[in-house]
C-alpha cells in the first residue's frame, strides 16, 4: 500500500463523503475513486459503502483506518527528524478546525511572504488532539482551539469567539435566540475518544459528563447531529448546512484560538510565526 493511497482512504472514511474528500484533498473525485477501489482490490475486501446518502465504514475499514492513521502518523515524524538532520529551513504547521477562517488565510499569505524561500507543511488533524500532533513530534507549531493541557507549551492567545449549540433546523430549539447549558441537560452529545485530552474533553461538554457517539472529525459531529438528533458545540460564525442550526449559549465561555510550540524551543521561524500570527488575527 502506498502512504499517497492511505492517505486518500483517511480523507474518505474522516469525511464519509467522496466528493468533500476530494475538496479536502485537493484533487478530483474519479481519481479518488479509482485509488479507493484498488486499494480494496489490493485489501481483497470491501473497506467502504457507498450510497445516495454518503459513505459507511465496513469492519475491515474500520480497522484500516486506525492502522493507516498510525503508519501516516509514524512516516511524519520520519519527516520531521530527516529534515531536522539535513538542516532544512522547514516548518510544519498543524492546524486544527476550519481552514477557510479568514484568519488562518490572512497568516498563510503573510507568512509566505515573509518566508519565500521556506518549505512550509501543514498538517490538518481531527478533533481528537487539540495540540495538531505537537506532543508526538509531528509538527512544529500549532493553530487550534483552547483549553486543553498546555504543560510544557506555550501558547498565544489570538482570537476568542462565541460558541452554541449545534441542533437539527427542525428541533424545538433550534429557533431560540439563545439557550442555557442547564436546557440540554437530557440531550445526548457527541464524545471524542477515552484517550482524548480530560480538558479539552470537558469544554466541549460544557463542564459535566455527557453520553453521545464518539466522533473525530467535524463531519462526524454534524453527521451526529443530523442523523441521531445528537447536540453538541461549536464556534459561532461558521456555514453549516440547512437542516442544522446553531442557538448561541448565553452561559459558555468562548472558544480561544490560539497558536502553540514547545516551551523552549528558539526556533526562529516559530517566533516569526506567532508574531505574524497575532498581527494576522487582530486586523
Keep these: 500500500m502506498e502512504l499517497r493511497t492511505l492517505r486518500y482512504f483517511v480523507a474518505v472514511a474522516e469525511e464519509l463523503h467522496f466528493g468533500r474528500a476530494a ?20 485489501v481483497g475486501a470491501l473497506l467502504l459503502v457507498r450510497s445516495p446518502a454518503g459513505v459507511t ?13 498510525a503508519l501516516l502518523d509514524h512516516a ?3 519527516r520531521v527528524r530527516v529534515s531536522a538532520a539535513a538542516g532544512v529551513a522547514t516548518i510544519t504547521i498543524g492546524i486544527l478546525g476550519d481552514g477557510t477562517d479568514p484568519g488562518v488565510a490572512r497568516l498563510a499569505a503573510d507568512f509566505s511572504r515573509h518566508h519565500p524561500g521556506i ?32 504543560t510544557a507549551l506555550t ?27 442547564a436546557e440540554l441537560n437530557d440531550r445526548r452529545w457527541f464524545q471524542f475518544p477515552q484517550d482524548t485530552d480530560p480538558i479539552w474533553q470537558s469544554y466541549w461538554n460544557g463542564g459535566r459528563p455527557r453520553e453521545g457517539p464518539v466522533v ?21 460564525g461558521h456555514d453549516l448546512p440547512a437542516e442544522l442550526a446553531v442557538v448561541p449559549l448565553t452561559d459558555m465561555p468562548p472558544s480561544r484560538v490560539v497558536a502553540v510550540w514547545n516551551e ?19 486586523r
Aim: glycine letters at 6%.
Design 23 to 42: 475538496t479536502r484533498l485537493h484533487m478530483s473525485q474519479p481519481p479518488l475513486s479509482r485509488a479507493i477501489k484498488q486499494l480494496e482490490a489490493d
Design 264 to 282: 523552549g524551543d528558539t526556533n526562529p521561524l516559530i517566533r516569526s510565526f506567532i508574531e505574524i500570527a497575532s498581527s494576522a488575527y487582530h
Design 216 to 236: 473525530r472529525t467535524v463531519q462526524e459531529c454534524l453527521q451526529a447531529v443530523l442523523w441521531n438528533g445528537t447536540a453538541g458545540l461549536a464556534p459561532l
Design 119 to 150: 518549505d512550509i507543511r501543514v498538517r490538518d488533524t481531527d478533533l481528537t488532539d487539540p495540540t495538531c500532533g505537537l506532543r508526538a513530534g509531528l509538527v512544529d507549531v500549532a493553530l487550534t482551539r483552547a483549553p486543553f493541557d498546555v
Design 76 to 78: 511524519d515524524r520520519v
Design 155 to 181: 501558547a498565544r492567545a489570538l482570537r476568542t469567539d462565541p460558541v452554541g449549540v449545534v441542533l437539527r433546523a427542525d428541533d424545538p430549539l433550534a429557533d431560540r435566540d439563545g439557550l442555557l447549558l
Design 57 to 69: 465504514l465496513t469492519a475491515v475499514g474500520t480497522v484500516l483506518l486506525d492502522e493507516a492513521r
